[in-house]
């Protein structure tokens, strides 16, 4: 049957490389939004990417927002060194979402969130397959892998940057060699990549490059991608090109007189180690601040069984993210204890009101080890 596609749509580039015909796709997120379209919009950028392995969200923020945060990040940027980890004339700032409120709404966009839910958490691209105990499929409610926020970063592409004067030594690549396993064999997406203009992304200022169907490679990781020409994905300040962690792409050379100010927002599997990470880059003490969606979002949670308990089996918004908590006060878990078999120092004077308190403890934590909720974001 054939699917519907958005109205709202464009072709940014159409290619014949080794992986046949391909497209670059752009689908309009803010006419979508007002059309009341969003799941037409949501299976029509699913699709491209599953098909070309990059697509772009055009729209996807006002302009406004892009400049408040590049304002917000300013003192950062400024602060910081070019030429950092591998691109030249380049300046890579970290800890959004700690540093700057207005990354929040990039961050934890619903239409990315979405797409994150369908390529991670339910691994919906062709070939893969969620695999928990003796079952095997795509993903579907209660079934499906755990996924998190991966890297936050701005990539500040100045003049000259990736010239013969300050040259990019990362070339093109796939970011999915960076847990040292090889995932080619595993129908696996450990990784979602998003890459937000927010300054105009144009061939003359260093647009990223990318090879499209390159996530097809055989094996994945293979080499052929490397041999293929690119193309690159220029962009409106607002709108964000989005691939996979298998697809082959990398910085252009900025040729201008402007700085291309992009934005990397990645996401990846929950049982795999951050690339930034995020407990550290927002440490508790700021992200009790933030809305508990978000803190879950950067990794604040039980994202599957014991996995990122605190001390004595809490979850994090059981310890961490409490005011008063304290890991170095003993009996700061705030679990019961029975004066005969556990000594009477810590026996609660207030039995009901002890009581209570675990109760409560124990719905939160049944929630936090329940199957992932970021798609209720
Ligand atoms: O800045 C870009 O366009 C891409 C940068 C990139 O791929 C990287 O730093 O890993």
Redesign the pocket.
């Known amino acids: 049957m054939a699917r519907r596609m958005t109205t709202e749509h464009s072709t940014v580039a159409v290619v014949h490389n080794a992986f046949g015909k391909h497209e670059l796709r752009g689908f309009d997120y803010a006419a979508a939004a007002k059309a009341g379209d969003e799941t037409a919009f949501d299976a029509d950028v699913l699709g491209a990417l599953d098909r070309h392995g990059f697509v772009v969200i055009e729209n996807a923020v006002p302009a406004a927002d892009c400049t408040q945060l590049v304002a917000e990040m300013r003192p950062y940027i400024d602060a910081t060194p070019h030429g950092l980890h591998g ?1 030249g004339g380049t300046r890579r700032v970290g800890a959004l979402v700690a540093r700057s409120p207005t990354s929040h709404r990039f961050v934890a966009h619903p239409a990315i969130l979405r797409l994150a839910q369908s390529v991670l958490g339910e691994q919906r691209l062709s070939g893969d397959a969620v695999r928990i105990g003796d079952r095997t499929g795509k993903g579907e409610k209660g079934f499906r892998y755990p996924w998190q926020l991966h890297l936050t970063q701005i ?1 500040d ?1 100045g003049p000259g940057g990736g010239t013969d004067a300050m040259p990019h030594n ?1 070339k093109m ?1 796939r ?1 999915n060699g960076m847990w040292l396993h090889n995932f080619e064999q595993a129908s696996l997406d450990p990784q979602m990549e998003v ?1 937000w203009a927010l300054s105009p992304f144009s061939r003359e200022n260093g647009a ?1 490059h990318i090879v499209l169907g390159s996530h097809r490679d055989q094996p994945r990781g293979g080499p052929k991608a490397h041999r293929e020409p690119t193309i690159q994905a220029e962009m409106q300040q607002g709108s964000v090109l989005i691939w996979t962690g298998w697809s082959v ?4 050379t900025n040729t201008s007189n402007e700085r291309r100010i ?1 934005m ?1 927002i990645n996401y990846a599997l929950a049982f795999l180690a951050q690339e930034e990470n995020q407990l550290l880059a927002c440490p508790p003490h700021l992200a009790r601040r933030l809305p508990e969606s978000l803190q879950r979002l950067i990794g604040y949670r039980q994202p599957a069984g014991a996995l990122n308990y605190v001390a004595e089996c809490q979850a994090p918004a059981d310890s961490v993210l409490k005011e008063d908590f304290d890991v170095l006060v003993p009996g700061a878990h705030g679990h019961d204890m029975d004066a005969a078999t556990d000594g009477p120092t810590f026996a609660p004077r207030d039995e009901a009101a002890f009581a209570a308190k675990l109760a409560d403890l124990e719905a939160r934590k049944a929630r936090a080890v329940a199957a992932d909720e970021l798609g209720k974001l």
Request: proline share 0%.
């Open positions: 691109l990539i592409v990362l690549h970011a890459m990223t792409h990398g910085a252009g992009g990397n």
